[in-house]
């Protein structure tokens, strides 16, 4: 198996977790336990924005899918895409429409699949500088900005969606 397809099929699998995670009322998806500082709503709307960025910004070099209008269909914060941002501020992160939310997240995981199947081991190699200084490669940027910090956001959704009785993402993965 080729690194591309590694990722590929890594990224595969965040992508059905994370849109296994829209599934729920409003009320689950955007509680917060006490002391708690995000959402599962946080964490969708924080990992697609981090996946647009990277892709399309950083890597690409081309517009951003939630440039089309996306905060306005989903409520979302217009700017930002949650780094950084305090605890007080992210529990008030809403989603407004989460029908339109998960066209967004659908439509950045589409553009990102079309990107990928483009890709070649090589192409993984090649260095994009850092906004702080240095660089990083193409490889580095999806496998430790999407795959592993995605995977850590699973990791709280299904923490959050345990404190409210609700099954863990992907449940039934692999029992068919």
């Not at 009320?27 to 500082?37: A, T």
């Not at 007080?88 to 967004?104: K, P, S």
């Not at 999806?142 to 992907?170: A, D, K, V, W």
């Amino acid at each position: 198996m080729s690194t591309v397809d590694f990722i590929k099929n890594s990224l595969a699998f965040a992508h059905r977790a994370l849109a296994d995670a829209r599934n729920g009322t409003p009320e689950q998806l955007h509680f917060v336990p006490d002391r708690g500082s995000h959402s599962i709503v946080w964490c969708l709307w924080h990992t697609a924005r981090v996946e647009d960025l990277i892709i399309n910004a950083r890597i690409r070099q081309a517009a951003q899918v939630w440039n089309a209008g996306w905060a306005e269909r989903t409520g979302l914060p217009a700017e930002g895409f949650g780094t950084g941002m305090p605890d007080a501020e992210a529990q008030q992160v809403r989603i407004r429409d989460i029908a339109a939310f998960a066209e967004y997240q659908d439509a950045v995981f589409k553009q990102t699949a079309e990107y990928l199947d483009g890709l070649t081991d090589a192409d993984l190699e090649r260095e994009m500088p850092l906004r702080g200084g240095g660089t990083e490669s193409v490889g580095q940027a999806i496998s430790l900005h999407m795959l592993g910090h995605f995977n850590g956001h699973r990791g709280e959704m299904n923490t959050l969606r345990g404190m409210q009785g609700m099954p863990t993402l992907l449940q039934r993965e692999g029992t068919h």
